[in-house]
């Protein structure tokens, strides 16, 4: 989505002042548009005005890390008590 949505409006091709009234709006806040954002501006203009990308950029790493340590602990096996052998035998029994 982040591709086929993100690219267009992400203003790499073209400032954000050339795209219509809603990409331009939408772009920036997409990881496509802040990433385009970030590295001209590190590129062309000696890193000034990046806090809002390097922001976004963060906050969907922060998001994506969190999904996924979410969707991690559900796969977690649940043991049975604090016994090694209930653990044994709940592994043994599950295929692990």
Do not use: H
């Not at 496509?32 to 969907?60: K, M, P, S, W």
Request: hydrophobic share 55%; net charge negative; no cysteine.
């Amino acid at each position: 989505a982040f591709v086929l949505i993100g690219t267009p409006a992400s203003g790499g091709i073209v400032p954000e002042q050339f795209l219509p009234g809603f990409w331009r709006a939408v772009g920036p806040w997409l990881p496509n548009g802040a990433g385009f954002t970030l590295l001209r501006n590190v590129l062309y203009f000696d890193g000034n005005d990046i806090t809002r990308a390097v922001l976004v950029l963060a906050a969907y790493t922060l998001i994506g890390i969190a999904i996924l340590l979410i969707f991690a602990e559900r796969k977690r096996p649940m043991w049975l008590g604090e016994d090694p052998e209930a653990q044994l035998a709940a592994s043994a029994a599950a295929g692990l």
